[in-house]
């Protein structure tokens, strides 16, 4: 974070620690924002935030958007490795690494050639 920005977060903090507790208990005001997107995707997006708890469809949009801003050294390859080794994980397609020793001769033992 550059020093500009981090002294105008440091003002802010300083300042929303400062007010009045009615004034920090109001939420700041919100935008509508727009967005245009296949009913397709809106699909996937509406079933998504359904799975994973969220309360509504912009609940979870803003999350999104919060992830993408905290975290913008993911890039949409390394969110679909993690994607693909989460399913992995969840269909029980991995091997715990002493499986793998095993299997391959490394942890001390003979390996089995009729596997």
């Not at 920090?24 to 296949?38: L, Q, W």
Request: without cysteine.
């Amino acid at each position: 974070m550059n020093r500009g920005r981090t002294e105008r977060r440091n003002a802010y903090l300083y300042t929303k620690s400062t007010q009045s507790m009615s004034e920090a208990e109001s939420p700041p005001e919100k935008t509508t924002v727009n967005i245009r997107m296949t009913e397709t995707f809106l699909e996937d997006v509406d079933t998504t935030w359904e799975d994973q708890g969220f309360n509504s469809r912009s609940e979870f949009i803003r999350a999104v958007l919060r992830d993408a801003l905290k975290h913008p050294d993911f890039n949409r390859a390394d969110l679909k490795a993690m994607l693909t080794s989460e399913q992995e994980i969840r269909g029980e397609r991995t091997h715990s690494s002493d499986d793998v020793k095993a299997r391959y001769g490394l942890d001390g033992t003979a390996r089995n050639s009729d596997e």
